[in-house]
């Protein structure tokens, strides 16, 4: 190992070390079955699906993506041991993308962490975008991805978690990985921006008909600095820790991945130029595309591609998976 590697291997694993995230339970530890977490000074907003009254569910949410009334149902389900309903979303290809609810968040924050429970079905298919947080200076009440274009960083960034095909070479729906479109985000071969990969040492493989805990934190930049931060749990494990220092390979169009060791030292997350652009938005999506089969080598795509989502919460603490009541 060179180094310059190695030099940059101890400071992240010193660094690591004095500033290391948590794990298991956290937040939803004090609420069993999350009962009253709502209530949690930290909590910022959350959904249940258990009053299984449709309309009041897309009141509750500033911009529902529902389509003839169709991808988006309340059905009987969830986390084993856990309420009685979820939200069932349907993608149908010909007659529409999948279905989404997206949420201005009541107060914006420096730091946030988004936990859902989701679980695909058995036949699901590669899909196009899933589950996003981000920020939008000034907030907006509905979504404004600008796909293909650079945040100027005093505007909007975004972070999705999303299963990746990998080009047909992980088994569908794929692998979790961060997809990402900041200021500093690299420009791809067509000269546009389609939003940065980062990916995970070892592929997480995202499991077929059976439920997962799923959280993902951002920590913003102290503006002039370099220590944002990104990190992911899967049922309660940190699998993911992107900062300043993470070892790292080359960056490109597609973003990069996270080494165990060696490579390049990561230069940091440099999220913003203003203060003013905070997290704002949540945005509980499912949304598939033909397109998205035949990047990975599908011919002959599922017509029908069905996820579930329950216990949605956003909260400036960890949250952990539920407590059982």
Known sequence: MKLASLIALLTFLS?????????????????????????????????????????????????????????????DGGPEGDGKKCLQVTATLGQDTGGALWKMLP??????????????AKDADYIHHFVWMGGLNPPTRWPNPQAGTCPKGDDRFSVGI???????????????????????MKISADKKYWGNGIRPVEPLAVPRDKW?????????????????ELALWLDGKLVMD??????????SGMGFHLLKEGGEAFEGLDWRKSKDLKISNFWLEHYVTESAAKQNGVEKPNPVNRVWFDDVVVAEDYIGPIMAK
């Open 162 to 184: 999303e299963p990746w095909g990998e080009r047909g070479k992980a088994p569908a729906p794929g692998n979790w990985n961060f997809y990402v479109y900041w200021h500093e």
């Open 242 to 251: 992107v900062k300043k220092g993470s070892p790292r390979d080359k960056w």
């Open 107 to 120: 107060r914006t924050a420096e730091k946030a962490f988004a936990r859902f429970y989701v679980k695909f």
């Open 15 to 75: 660094a690591s070390a004095e500033d290391k995230l948590p794990e298991g339970f956290g937040l939803a530890a004090k609420y069993p079955g999350d009962r009253g977490i709502e209530k949690d000074p930290a909590v910022i907003h959350t959904e249940n699906f258990e009053d299984g009254d449709k309309a009041a569910l897309l009141k509750r949410w500033d911009e529902p993506n529902d389509k003839d009334g169709k991808p988006l149902q309340l059905v």
């Open 212 to 228: 997962q805990c799923v959280e993902f934190m951002i920590k913003l930049n102290t503006v002039g600095e370099r220590d944002g």
